[in-house]
């Protein structure tokens, strides 16, 4: 919630990792009761929360995209026809533990919301950097 809250302004928001003691922290309060959590922005920088869900999600023991559908997965991506490979996407999703596709959904959600809004900051900056050029050179 924290990076969805404050984390989406942030630059670097995946990219930067924040301080590696408090990320280890942070993954040791999880490890105990991951549902019962309350991150504060006070302890956490939005960094060290990002870097947290890319460590948890290394660290997995079998991973969101279960190692028992690894070969659906490689299948479905040599198929040619677009709408063909989309269901069998599907079909593999939907086999997925619950908890599993609803982390990938909610994942991929995050992820949805801050490319539209980078893509929406890249359009703004270059409507500023044009309108710039062309009060310069008009």
């Given at each position: 919630m924290i990076v969805h809250l404050s984390g989406m302004e942030t630059e670097g928001v995946y990219r930067l990792s924040g301080q590696n003691s408090k990320v280890s922290k942070l993954l040791e309060i999880l490890s105990e009761d991951v549902r019962s959590v309350t991150i504060n922005q006070s302890d956490f920088q939005v960094h060290e929360v990002t870097n947290?869900?890319?460590r948890?999600?290394?660290?997995?023991?079998e991973p969101l995209f279960t190692s028992g559908f690894h070969p659906?997965?490689?299948e479905a991506q040599t198929i040619k026809d677009k709408n063909q490979r989309l269901i069998l996407f599907k079909?593999?999703?939907?086999?997925l533990p619950l908890i599993n596709y609803a982390?990938?959904?909610f994942i991929i959600n995050h992820l949805t919301e801050l490319v539209h809004l980078l893509v929406t900051r890249?359009?703004?900056n270059r409507q500023i950097l044009f309108a710039m050029i062309k009060l310069c050179f008009s």
């Open positions: 947290c869900l890319k948890y999600l290394r660290q997995l023991d659906a997965w490689i079909e593999i999703l939907n086999s982390t990938i959904k890249f359009i703004y």
